[in-house]
C-alpha cells in the first residue's frame, strides 16, 4: 500500500464546488477527510469504509459534501459544495486498518495521514 496523497484543493468563492482525491485508499477499513485551520484543532467530516461504502458525516458538512470510493483507481474521494468561507482550512485523508462498525470521527484513530492540501474559500 502506497503512501495517502491528496489532491484536488485549491481557492474557490463561497458556494462553489471542489473535488478532493485520496489516493492509495481503498485498502483500509475506515478512510476519512479531515480539516485542520489555524489555531484551531483538527476535525473530522467525512468518513467511509470501503469495503461497503457506509459513509458517516459530522453536522458541519452534512447535506453539502459527499464522500465516496472509486475501487477502480483505488481512490475516495470528496465532493464539497456550497463551501462556505469557514471550510476554508487544511484538509488531510487519513485511514486505519482496523475494522469498526461505523467509522470513527475522532483523528485519534486513524494512523496513517496524508501531507494535506489547502482549500481556500473567499467572498
Known amino acids: 500500500q502506497g503512501p495517502l496523497v491528496e489532491s484536488g484543493g485549491g481557492s474557490v468563492q463561497a458556494g462553489g464546488s471542489l473535488l478532493l482525491s485520496c489516493s492509495n485508499a481503498?485498502?483500509?477499513?475506515?478512510v476519512g477527510w479531515f480539516r485542520q485551520a489555524p489555531e484551531k484543532e483538527r476535525e473530522g467530516l467525512a468518513l467511509?469504509?470501503?469495503?461497503?461504502?457506509?459513509?458517516v458525516y459530522t453536522d458541519s458538512v452534512k447535506g453539502r459534501f459527499t464522500i465516496s470510493v472509486d475501487h477502480a483507481k483505488g481512490t475516495v474521494d470528496l465532493q464539497m459544495n456550497s463551501l462556505k468561507i469557514d471550510d476554508s482550512a487544511m484538509y488531510y485523508c487519513?485511514?486505519?486498518?482496523?475494522?469498526?462498525?461505523?467509522?470513527?470521527?475522532?483523528?485519534?484513530?486513524?494512523?496513517?495521514w496524508g501531507q494535506g492540501t489547502q482549500v481556500t474559500v473567499s467572498t
Open positions: 467511509i469504509k470501503p469495503s461497503d461504502i457506509t459513509p
Open positions: 481503498a485498502g483500509f477499513g475506515c
Open positions: 487519513a485511514a486505519t486498518l482496523s475494522i469498526w462498525d461505523s467509522c470513527p470521527t475522532h483523528p485519534e484513530w486513524y494512523n496513517y
